[in-house]
């Protein structure tokens, strides 16, 4: 696998972590998952540990080393998202006990020791869920900042604003401490905002031709997306529910796919109303320093394509 990119997949399963999770194993000569580390959001961390396990066994890669992570996020009580993502986290399909096992390390010792022990910036983060993880590690050893190559993430929102909150997309709203921590850290942050995924609508087409696949890993997907939309077709009126965390693994394979500019994004993590919120200086008003590449331009067929072809691999 010379060439592919070393990342760390951090994440709560969700069907839409599912996606990016098959995306990234469908990716062998772009991608090299060095772990996934499950992190509590969507449905609590126990629940997306297995989740993430029973993604791997549907991809036939038991061979991923999957970790568990922080409980709770850093100051505040677990908000999850079971009206969205099902019971289970990852309604859809039938599910079973998953055969990749869980690992005895805990995800936080996982990021530390692999961001020490690999070279120097050549490991890049993929958080899909609340940054719990990633700045529980960046606290306990400090170190390891400048030794990332890359934080690529879903989360936040500007111009479309919030999904959980009218101000805050849910991944920030679970843990925004967590993203402070992260966003103020100096490390190259690429961020993949709701106002991009909510351009990426699982149109019922497209869907149909990741279904027509016919494998095992295709049907176990489209089961998902058509479990997952259905409440975001409901709430937005639209043909499809936005895919969001694949975004992540499809902008390290195919960058051209996507747009977006140079920001300072700051979290908001004291007003009550506003919790969470990411205030992104899009027009460049403040003079604060940019810390993050904003995106909001994507080729949504490009990245369709793209998913269906590597979901086929698998
Ligand atoms: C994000 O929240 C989660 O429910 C999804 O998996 C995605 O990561 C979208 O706001
Ligand atoms: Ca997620």
Not at 55 to 80: I, S
Not at 211 to 234: K, N, P, V, Y
């Amino acid at each position: 696998m010379a060439g592919a990119r070393k990342i760390i997949i951090d994440t709560d399963p969700g069907q839409d972590d599912a996606a990016a999770i098959m995306l990234a194993l469908g990716s062998p000569e772009e991608i090299d998952v060095l772990g996934i580390t499950a992190v509590a959001g969507n449905v609590p961390v126990a629940l997306t540990a297995k989740n993430a396990r029973i993604v791997c066994d549907f991809a036939n890669r038991q061979d991923v080393r999957v970790f568990a992570g922080c409980d709770r996020p850093m100051k505040r009580p677990l908000v999850t998202a079971e009206h969205v993502h099902g019971a289970t986290g990852l309604d859809g399909p039938a599910l079973f006990e998953p055969e990749t096992p869980l690992q005895p390390e805990h995800a936080i010792d996982f990021i530390i020791e692999t961001l020490r022990s690999e070279e120097p910036g050549s490991v890049t983060l993929c958080p899909l869920g609340a940054l719990t993880n990633i700045a529980t590690a960046l606290t306990r050893a400090p170190d390891i900042a400048p030794r990332i190559r890359e934080i690529v993430m879903m989360g936040g929102a500007y111009f479309e604003v919030g999904n959980i909150t009218p101000a805050a997309e849910f991944n920030i709203y679970v843990d925004p401490e967590a993203a402070e921590i992260v966003f103020k850290s100096g490390i190259p942050i690429v961020m993949i905002p709701l106002d991009l995924t909510h351009k990426v609508l699982t149109l019922k087409a497209r869907v149909d031709r990741i279904r027509a696949l016919g494998t095992r890993a295709a049907t176990a997907l489209a089961e998902m997306l058509d479990f997952f939309e259905r409440f975001d077709i409901a709430k937005y009126g639209s043909d499809g529910g936005p895919l969001h965390d694949p975004n992540v693994i499809a902008y390290l394979i195919r960058p051209e796919l996507y747009g977006g500019r140079m920001c300072n994004v700051e979290i908001e993590t004291g007003s009550e109303l506003t919790l969470g919120m990411t205030v992104v200086d899009w027009w460049q008003v403040t003079g604060r320093k940019h810390n993050a590449l904003v995106l909001r331009d994507v080729d949504a067929d490009g990245f369709f394509a793209l998913l269906t072809g590597r979901v086929a691999r698998l």
